[in-house]
């Protein structure tokens, strides 16, 4: 990976930290949900070897004849529903997305994660977001799609938002 290195941090010590996408840094999907969608600790998994992890679910929208993806806590809230946050309400405040080997290895398992299986490591611009995937582009890589599986690994997804003045962070393009 040519990005940023992974946090090793836990959820908890995430959560107490000042939020670095105030600074214009690039933010892990837990990061991100913690600042973002007011997540704490207790919304994240911590079993497995690169924690927080979160679930992908749905949820119908208020039509109730469309279904949405969207992030779910991994453990209950007080009422009978997990907290989810809509994929393409949350991932429609950053511009890219960078995606750790990790992810694929753990989601699909060993040797999944290779250039030849997707790019990572490259910031990729997102698209769209349905239930096959987020179409991305990158200008060397083209359109690639990245299952939404991969996504429940939050330490390993980079996210990326243009800065106020509309260009990329200079702290974000470090690659792709």
């Known amino acids: 990976m040519t990005g940023p290195a992974l946090s090793d941090e836990p959820a908890a010590a995430l959560a107490e930290r000042t939020p670095p996408q105030l600074s214009g840094e690039p933010v892990t999907l837990a990061e991100s949900l913690i600042s973002e969608a007011g997540?704490?600790?207790?919304?994240?998994?911590?079993?497995?070897p690169?924690?927080?992890?979160?679930?992908?679910?749905?949820?119908l929208r208020v039509t109730l004849t469309e279904f949405e993806p969207c992030f779910a806590s991994f453990r209950r809230d007080r009422g009978?529903?997990?907290?989810?946050?809509?994929?393409?309400?949350?991932?429609?405040?950053?511009?890219?997305?960078?995606?750790?080997?990790?992810?694929?290895?753990?989601?699909?398992?060993?040797?999944?994660?290779t250039e030849t299986v997707f790019p990572f490591g490259a910031w990729l611009e997102i698209r769209r977001v349905g239930f096959g995937?987020?179409?991305?582009?990158?200008?060397?890589?083209?359109?690639?799609?990245?299952?939404?599986?991969?996504?429940?690994v939050a330490s390993a997804i980079w996210l990326r938002r243009k800065d106020r003045s509309g260009e990329p962070s200079t702290a974000s393009t470090m690659s792709g």
């Open 39 to 48: 997540w704490g600790p207790e919304n994240f998994c911590t079993d497995g």
């Open 133 to 152: 995937g987020l179409d991305l582009w990158g200008k060397r890589q083209g359109a690639v799609t990245l299952p939404l599986d991969a996504l429940a």
């Open 50 to 59: 690169n924690p927080p992890y979160l679930r992908i679910g749905g949820k």
């Open 80 to 113: 009978p529903f997990r907290s989810k946050v809509a994929i393409v309400d949350h991932l429609a405040k950053y511009d890219a997305i960078m995606v750790d080997p990790l992810a694929f290895e753990e989601c699909f398992g060993p040797g999944e994660g």
